[in-house]
């Protein structure tokens, strides 16, 4: 039973304009979510995290929104760089459980 | 900081041999680690949950005896796949957390496993 999802398999972005990553969930419970990126066979790389107090999280180029009653979250990277071409998950948990994964969405920033 | 290493990258085994994978917080004592399998073009499936110093938790469908963890030590947990076979070919992950760093957690690097 999938409660993260990730919908888009796959998204192309031109350098330079913005990137939204988009996650659907569908546990109430979760309080915590989480994107990371990753490049095959390699571990993922944590980006940026949001707790479920808050509705927004920003770091560098990276911006995660929570909109709880949607059950929805997104990541927007701005400017997109040829070098965040990979691929991002969504992670949730709760009370400090184990992560609940999306099956990802591979990003393509072209020059 | 929050460094996690695992330890080997990558492993080729025959089929019925047994096979160790290290997980180490580098920087951070990790009282929880986790492992994870994933399959190619899959998401990242949780298989355990381990505490320092107590079982492991596993996950529906994971068989505890085929798949050894151990933690004994706030730096270090070990996957051990007993007699493994080629449907256990798979990319193995852990991570860890450290409730001091908050609820995030970090992961290692992976190790591919084959098995023929």
């Known amino acids: 039973d999938q409660q993260v999802k990730q919908n888009s398999p796959s998204l192309s972005v031109q350098e330079g304009r913005i990137s939204i990553l988009n996650c659907d969930y569908t546990n109430s419970m979760f309080d915590y979510f989480l994107w990371y990126k990753k490049y095959p066979a390699e571990g993922p790389t944590f980006l940026i995290s949001i707790s479920s107090i808050k509705d927004k999280n920003e770091d560098g180029r990276f911006t995660v929104f929570l909109n709880k009653s949607a059950k929805h979250l997104s990541l927007h990277i701005v400017p997109s760089q040829p070098g965040d071409s990979a691929v991002y998950f969504c992670?949730?948990?709760?009370?400090?459980?184990?992560?609940?994964f999306g099956k990802g969405t591979s990003l393509l920033v072209t020059p | 900081g929050a460094v996690v290493s695992q330890h080997p990258s990558w492993v080729i085994c025959k089929s019925g041999t047994s096979v160790k994978i290290e997980c180490r917080s580098l920087d951070f004592q990790a009282t929880t680690m986790f492992w994870y399998r994933q399959f190619p073009k899959q998401s990242l499936m949780l298989m355990a949950t381990?505490?320092?110093?107590?079982?492991?938790?596993?996950e529906q469908g994971v068989e505890k005896d085929k798949f050894l963890i151990n933690h004994a030590s706030l730096t270090l947990s070990t996957l051990t796949v007993t007699s493994a076979h080629p449907e256990d070919s798979s990319f193995y992950i852990c991570s860890a957390r450290d409730p001091l760093l908050g609820e995030t957690q970090y992961f290692g690097p992976g190790t591919r496993l084959l098995v023929l």
């Open positions: 381990s505490n320092e110093g107590s079982k492991a938790t596993y």
């Open positions: 992670a949730a948990s709760y009370s400090g459980y184990a992560l609940n």
